[in-house]
C-alpha cells in the first residue's frame, strides 16, 4: 500500500515535535551524501525545540535571568512539550508561562506577559485634562473614564517590578521573598512603560480603569491629601492611560 | 525576459526587521523596497503594524510568508487567508509570496518549513490548494523553493526542481527563486545547482532571494545569517540573467548588524546583475 502524503506528514511531525517513531526515519527518508536519515531529521528536531525556546526566551528575557539560562531552558521545553504553537504565529504562544510557574517567577511572569500584551494592543491618542471640563457639570457625579486598551493593571503578590527594574538596571539582585505589589503596565506611542503603584493608587486607578464614575473612583484614595491625589490623576493623563471620558 | 505576471522589477530590497525600524523612520535611507514578513503582522492590532504603516505609506512593500503551509494536508486556514489579504491591502503590497512546504498538521504549527514528498500525490495536492489561494487573494501567489535537508524515499519522486516547474504550470503561480536555498540544498542533497537553475521556468521567477548561510561541513543550515558567500552570489548572477530581471531582496535574520551594512551587503548584487547580466 503506497504511503499518503497525509501518512508521512503525521509521522514527520510526530518524529520532530515528540520523537515519535524515530526508527521509521531510516525506511522513510534517504541517506544524504554525508548524514544518514536519521541525523538528517535531527536538524528539524533540533530546530523545532530552539526556535521555540528562543521565542519564550524573547517574551521573558527577566525570568531567564531569575532562574538561569539551563533552568529556563528546561523550563521552556517542559513549556514546549506541553504547549505545541497551534498559531500562525508566535506572538501568543508564550502566554501559559505564568502557569508553568510558581511564587514569585509566576509573579514575574505575568508581569512580562503584560509587557508582550500591551505592544500587541492597538493605541489610541490619550485624553487631555482639558477634555474633562466638556462633561456637563449635571453628568459629572456618573462620569467616567475609557481607559487604553494597551494598558493591564497587575496585582501582585511580589515586587517583581522591583526586580525587573534592578535586573534592567544592571544590578544582580537577589530572588525576593513575599510582598504585596501592584504595577500599571501600558503603551503610550511606541514605548512601552512600567509603573509602580502604592495601595492607595492602586484602589483608584483600578476603580477608573474598570469605568467606575470618577467621584467614586477618586475618593477610594481615602486619607491621601487632595493635591497627591491630583498629581496622581495628572500623571496618569499625561501618560495616556486614558482615552476619553464619558458623562454619566 | 519579464515575467508573465507583469510584476515590476522593484531592484535590490531588505528583508525589514525590527532593530531597523527607528532608523528607517527616522533616517529615510534610500532603499528601492522592502520584503516584511507577514506573520509578524497578523494577529496584532497594536506596535508592529504602527511601524508597518509608517514603512509601507515610504517604500514599495512585497509580503512574504512562512506559515501559509501549503503542503499541508489540513485544510487551509481561511482566518489566516483574511487576515492575509487584509494586510496585503493594508500596505498596497506588490505580491504576496510563502514556501513550499508544510508547518505542521493536525492543527498544530511547528514554525518551520518542513520538507514535502516530491510525489504526483503531493504536486497535484499543492497545485490545488495554490489555485485556491489565488482565487481568494485574487492575484498570482509566489512560491519560494524551500532549503531542504531530508528527501523522502517515496516511491515515484521526482528532483525537486521538476516539482517546482509542474506545480507552477499546473496552479498558474508565480515563483521566488531563493539562490541560496538551491545552493543549500544542492550541498544538501548532493546534486549540481546548474541542473535546478536549467529546469527553472524563468517567466514566472517575480522575484530572487539571496541570504548567508551557516555550513556545518556534513550539511549546511539555512541560517540567514553573514554576508552571502560569493559562490552564492554567483548563482543569483547566473539566474537572473536567464531571467532577463528580476527583483532581489537580501534576508539577513541572525545577528543582524546596523542597516548601513545590511544594506550596503544587499547592494552588492549589482555586482552580479549588472545591465550586462554577467557574473564578475
Not at chain 2, 32 to 54: C, K, V
Not at chain 2, 89 to 107: F, M
Not at chain 2, 139 to 157: Q, R
Request: charge should be negative; hydrophobic fraction near 45%; glycine fraction near 8%.
Amino acid at each position: 500500500m503506497p504511503v499518503t502524503l497525509r501518512d508521512e506528514q503525521l509521522w514527520f511531525a510526530g518524529a520532530v515535535m515528540t520523537g515519535a517513531a524515530l526508527d521509521e526515519a531510516d525506511r522513510r527518508l534517504t541517506a544524504g551524501p554525508r548524514l544518514g536519515p536519521r541525523e538528517r531529521l535531527d536538524v528539524y528536531r533540533r530546530g523545532y525545540e530552539s526556535r521555540l525556546v528562543e521565542c519564550l526566551a524573547d517574551d521573558y528575557p527577566i525570568l531567564k535571568v531569575a532562574l538561569g539560562d539551563g533552568p529556563f531552558d528546561s523550563l521552556c521545553r517542559a513549556y514546549i512539550a506541553r504547549f505545541p504553537s497551534v498559531a500562525p504565529n508566535l506572538n501568543a504562544y508564550g502566554r501559559h508561562m505564568p502557569e508553568m510557574c510558581g511564587g514569585f517567577e509566576a509573579d514575574l511572569a505575568r508581569l512580562e506577559w503584560a509587557i508582550v500584551e500591551v505592544i500587541h494592543e492597538p493605541s489610541r491618542a490619550p485624553m487631555t485634562m482639558e477634555s474633562l471640563a466638556t462633561v456637563p457639570e449635571e453628568t459629572w457625579p456618573g462620569a467616567h473614564l475609557v481607559a487604553s486598551q494597551a494598558l493591564r493593571l497587575l496585582t501582585l503578590e511580589y515586587p517583581a517590578n522591583d526586580y525587573f527594574q534592578a535586573v534592567r538596571d544592571g544590578h544582580a539582585p537577589a530572588i525576593p521573598g513575599p510582598g504585596a505589589s501592584a504595577t500599571v503596565v501600558y503603551r503610550s506611542g511606541l514605548t512601552v512603560w512600567r509603573m509602580g503603584l502604592t495601595p492607595p493608587m492602586r484602589r483608584v486607578l483600578a476603580a477608573l480603569v474598570a469605568g467606575e464614575p470618577l467621584e467614586a473612583s477618586l475618593s477610594l484614595a481615602e486619607g491621601e491629601p487632595p493635591e497627591q491625589v491630583t498629581a496622581w490623576f495628572r500623571e496618569w493623563m499625561s501618560s495616556g492611560l486614558f482615552v476619553a471620558v464619558e458623562p454619566g | 525576459m519579464a515575467n508573465r505576471f507583469g510584476l515590476p522589477d522593484l531592484g535590490v530590497g531588505l528583508g525589514l526587521r525590527t532593530v531597523h525600524y527607528t532608523h528607517i523612520v527616522e533616517a529615510q535611507p534610500e532603499v528601492d523596497w522592502f520584503e516584511i514578513l507577514s506573520e509578524n503582522y497578523m494577529q496584532t492590532a497594536g506596535r508592529p503594524l504602527e511601524w508597518l504603516d509608517a514603512i509601507a505609506a515610504r517604500y514599495p512593500v512585497v509580503m512574504h510568508g512562512v506559515s501559509l503551509s501549503i503542503g499541508s494536508t489540513d485544510p487551509l486556514d481561511r482566518a489566516y487567508l483574511t487576515e492575509l489579504r487584509a494586510l496585503r491591502d493594508r500596505t498596497k503590497a506588490r505580491w504576496v509570496s510563502d514556501h513550499l512546504c508544510w508547518t505542521g498538521v493536525s492543527g498544530k504549527n511547528t514554525h518551520d518549513l518542513l520538507p514535502m514528498p516530491y510525489t504526483e500525490e503531493a504536486l497535484h495536492h499543492v497545485a490545488a490548494r495554490v489555485r485556491a489561494v489565488q482565487d481568494f487573494l485574487g492575484a498570482p501567489l509566489a512560491l519560494e523553493n524551500p532549503s531542504t535537508y531530508v528527501e523522502f524515499a517515496t516511491v515515484g519522486g521526482m528532483p525537486e526542481w521538476e516539482f517546482m516547474a509542474r506545480l507552477a504550470e499546473e496552479a498558474d503561480c508565480a515563483l521566488l527563486l531563493d539562490v541560496n536555498n538551491v545552493f543549500v540544498s544542492a550541498y544538501n542533497h548532493g546534486f549540481d545547482p546548474r541542473d535546478y537553475l536549467a529546469a527553472v521556468p524563468f517567466d514566472r521567477v517575480v522575484q530572487m532571494h539571496v541570504a548567508g548561510h551557516t555550513h556545518h561541513g556534513t550539511h549546511i543550515i539555512d541560517s540567514h545569517i553573514g554576508p552571502v558567500v560569493d559562490d552564492v552570489w554567483r548563482l543569483l548572477g547566473d539566474a537572473w540573467q536567464r531571467s532577463g530581471g528580476t527583483s532581489v531582496l537580501l534576508e539577513w535574520d541572525a545577528e543582524i548588524p546596523s542597516f548601513e551594512v545590511t544594506h550596503a551587503e544587499a547592494l552588492r548584487a549589482k555586482e552580479f546583475i549588472g545591465p550586462s547580466g554577467g557574473c564578475p
